[in-house]
């Protein structure tokens, strides 16, 4: 019994292991950087033409003002209405032909879009947007799965808020960022109980990136402690058991 009171005290949590953005002042004024997302191949754009004259908007768009509203209920659906984005970085629309959008962020494709389509239609309106903007969360959250991003400045504390918060158990201190740029994937760790946090180039979220907290030892430590219980009890029990038999 002494040693699983040692065990279950020395598994406690503080608040300074589970407070975000520690600091001592109680206001901080931290500038940030938001970070502009280049579109990639196999990202997916959504694009609507809007004009005075709606049947000579039709013959630009993919889907018609009903389907749309069927999309928005199901993202999984604009992927199917969307324009997909080749290996070479480019897109096919209708009468426009292709266009080249890799490396360009969504606001460039949009005034290319414009480009192309006031040689055919007068005061008409381009909208685009990126609709494969989704963000993974795994390991030590509440809710870990796969969200999808309608704000493209959304941070890692959004996504976290998202997938239900770490929990208590959960480390704060090297959370892990998966990002792919291209050929590479980046790995970088992010420490949520510091401020600075908010100046990092990756403090704001790419499409696809993957987000992974790490278990704590003390939520190890509390596995293998109730663990420990379980074995101590049937051990316990047996010995009991044992002991009756003998003197009966």
Do not use: W
Not at 114 to 143: H, P, R, W
Not at 240 to 248: C, G, R
């Amino acid at each position: 019994m002494l040693l699983l009171l040692i065990l279950s005290l020395s598994s406690c949590y503080t608040s300074k292991n589970v407070n975000y953005l520690q600091s001592d002042n109680k206001k901080l004024t931290i500038p940030v950087h938001p970070t502009e997302y280049a579109v990639q191949p196999n990202d997916v754009l959504n694009i609507k033409i809007q004009s005075r004259d709606p049947e000579q908007a039709t013959f630009f768009n993919l889907s018609t003002l009903d389907n749309n509203r069927n999309n928005s209920a199901n993202p999984a659906n604009l992927f199917l209405s969307g324009y997909p984005v080749s290996p070479g970085g480019s897109i096919k629309m209708a009468v426009v032909g292709e266009l080249n959008v890799s490396g360009k962020t969504v606001e460039e494709i949009r005034d290319l879009v414009q480009t192309e389509i006031d040689k055919y239609l007068l005061n008409a309106m381009v909208l685009v947007k990126l609709t494969s903007f989704k963000i993974s969360v795994l390991g030590d959250v509440k809710n870990p799965g796969t969200n999808y991003v309608y704000n493209t400045q959304s941070t890692i504390l959004e996504a976290l808020s998202a997938a239900g918060d770490l929990n208590l158990s959960a480390k704060r201190k090297n959370v892990k960022l998966i990002r792919q740029t291209g050929d590479e994937s980046i790995v970088v760790e992010l420490d949520l109980t510091d401020p600075s946090i908010i100046q990092s180039p990756y403090y704001f979220l790419h499409p696809n990136d993957v987000i992974y907290v790490e278990p704590s030892k003390q939520n190890l430590l509390n596995n293998n402690l109730g663990l420990f219980s379980v074995l101590l009890s049937a051990v316990s029990t047996t010995i009991l058991v044992l002991n009756f038999v003998k003197v009966n």
